[in-house]
């Protein structure tokens, strides 16, 4: 049996174990630490503004932004529908309401049409406009954000950006993360650069990160004692991850760009097989880190996304299909949803193929051998 190439997987550059090892040498196995903070600033540094947060997940940073954005107890969110779960599961944890759109066949990601649509149509039902909007930098993909910060700005609704999958992604030269009010980040095992588990919550000044710092670590208000005003959550990253983070920092740039040339390889060998296409940027605006490249498969071709990824499963090799939209799961079955059947045609047409930094241009050929065995 060949070497299994998976979809993936997190990539060392070296330096992490000196991270990890001063903090056992220190003690500090704790959430919080020197590592932590080093971690945050270097961060900031990439990032060029805002304040950075480092959190126990993706997920608590989404959620933590619509703490600090106000959501409450039936408050409705627009959020995107096709993207992971952890997009829309933090509406449900301040009992509020996901309200979800389609998305645009360009970048994958939110339509600002369907969002306007559901703007206007959410203030006719309930009296008022949703309380925040979610748009997902999918894949790695960049969303058209000038479009749906203009709308944002229009009926005076804050965005929370969800660029879990996008860090080192541009739109008009800015990263994703910083092109709305707050953003979150993933430092997931699968994702660009790792702290194993974990996230961050990209604010925009100091007083709000302090704030939701204070949220992170339980709400305690400076007394003495135990004292608590307001709910707070265990969300703080612990010093040791923290520390694997600060070595990767040292290679983002090379991981974004790896998977960038990875991309490169998969486009010019694949473009030529007939009814197979690939997401790419759209044009100059967007530049994807693409974590993962993804491939659309016409149904004319006469093979669907499931046949090709049991056929290359059966090669050792893991690809996963494209994310099976909100609205299509049985949880979300009841929310509202506005739109078309962009994202449900994605999802019934798309797979993902392995573009980990750590991949070989040999890794790279052998899956693209495999997909073409496909259609031959």
């Known amino acids: 049996m060949k070497e299994r190439i998976l979809l993936s997987l997190a990539h060392m550059g070296g330096t992490e174990k000196n991270w990890v090892d001063e903090a056992f040498r220190t003690n500090w196995i704790v959430p919080l630490g020197p590592n932590v903070d080093e971690f945050e600033r270097r961060l900031e540094g990439y990032l060029g503004c805002g304040k950075v947060v480092a959190l126990s997940a993706g997920t608590a940073a989404l959620h933590l932004g619509l703490v600090m954005l106000g959501v409450g107890k039936d408050d409705e969110v627009i959020c995107q529908s096709f993207t992971f779960s952890a997009s829309a599961n933090p509406i449900c944890y301040q009992g509020a309401k996901p309200i ?53 700005q229009k009926y005076n609704i804050p965005v929370l950006e969800d660029a879990a999958e996008a860090l080192g992604s541009q739109y008009k030269g800015k990263l994703c993360g910083t092109l ?33 710092k204070f949220y992170a670590t339980q709400a305690r208000e400076n007394r003495p004692y135990y004292y608590h005003e307001v709910i707070g959550y265990n969300y703080r990253m612990s010093n040791v991850c923290a520390g694997i983070g600060c070595g990767q920092m040292d290679v983002l740039a090379d991981h974004v760009a790896r998977r960038q040339e990875i991309h490169d390889i998969y486009k010019s060998e694949l473009s030529d097989i007939e009814g197979l296409t ?57 929310a509202p ?14 797979l993902c193929l392995p573009s980990g930094s750590s991949l070989i241009d040999e890794d790279i050929h052998r899956v693209i051998d495999a997909i073409k065995a496909q259609f031959k």
């Open 100 to 152: 979800f759109v389609d998305s645009e066949p360009e970048t994958w990601n939110m339509c600002p049409i369907a969002l306007e649509k559901a703007i206007i149509d959410r203030k006719k039902v309930t009296g008022k406009y949703p309380k925040a909007i979610i748009p997902v930098h999918l894949y790695g993909m960049p969303a058209k954000m000038d479009e749906i910060n203009a709308i944002a």
């Open 278 to 334: 690939i997401l790419d940027n759209p044009n100059c605006d967007f530049q994807s880190n693409f974590w993962l490249t993804t491939i659309l498969i016409s149904p004319k071709t006469g093979r669907t996304p499931d046949e090709i990824r049991v056929a290359l499963e059966k090669e050792n090799i893991e690809t996963r299909l494209l994310w099976r939209p909100m609205h299509m799961q049985p949880i979300y079955q009841d």
């Open 337 to 350: 949803y506005y739109g078309g059947n962009v994202a449900e045609t994605l999802f019934n047409q798309g």
């Open 180 to 212: 709305g009010n707050y953003g979150a980040i993933s430092f997931n095992g699968n994702k660009i650069i790792t702290t194993s588990g974990g996230g961050a919550l990209i604010c925009p000044n100091n007083e709000t990160a302090q704030r939701v």
